[in-house]
């Protein structure tokens, strides 16, 4: 896991930075060309802007706020995200079978290997666990 992620970190650092240097001669090179670039970076990230908005409902902002959504979707209330974890669409009902705890429990004291460093990272707190534990239970009715 170590591994990966300095192979990761290095391939963002090349990628952003020869993104850098690329648009950074373009716009020395055609002053009209960076216009262009830059109106369609624009209109990119208004697109970007309004998926997120609109693929995480109020409910599970505090997923969103918490990072889970960058390894796991919800797919049973719509909810997209990452897929370095499983969908938690049924974890409220599995977690018992599957890791020997209950979910509360679970997002406390993780027993299984890259949720340990999650939580050991940044431990939720009891408000923000007791809403997603809310939300994961609605979500395994679905
Ligand atoms: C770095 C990616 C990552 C992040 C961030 C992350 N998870 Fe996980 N999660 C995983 C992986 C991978 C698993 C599979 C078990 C393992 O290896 O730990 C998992 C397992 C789980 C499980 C058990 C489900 C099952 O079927 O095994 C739950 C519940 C869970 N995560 C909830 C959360 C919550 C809530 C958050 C946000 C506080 C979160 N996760 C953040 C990667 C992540």
Redesign the pocket.
Known sequence: MKTNGVIFLIAFLLAFGGGYLYFSQAGKDQKQQTTQQNTSTEVDKGEVEKEEATSVPAEAEV?SN???L???AVSSMGVEG?T???D?SN?FK??EG??GKD?DS??QE?T????????AGSP?SDEDRAE?VKF?EKASEQ
């Open positions: 997923m918490n990072s889970c960058s390894c796991h990452g370095t974890g499983p938690l974890a599995d977690i599957k890791h979910l679970f997002l993780p299984s290997a890259v949720m340990s460093g999650v939580i939720l997603i994961l």
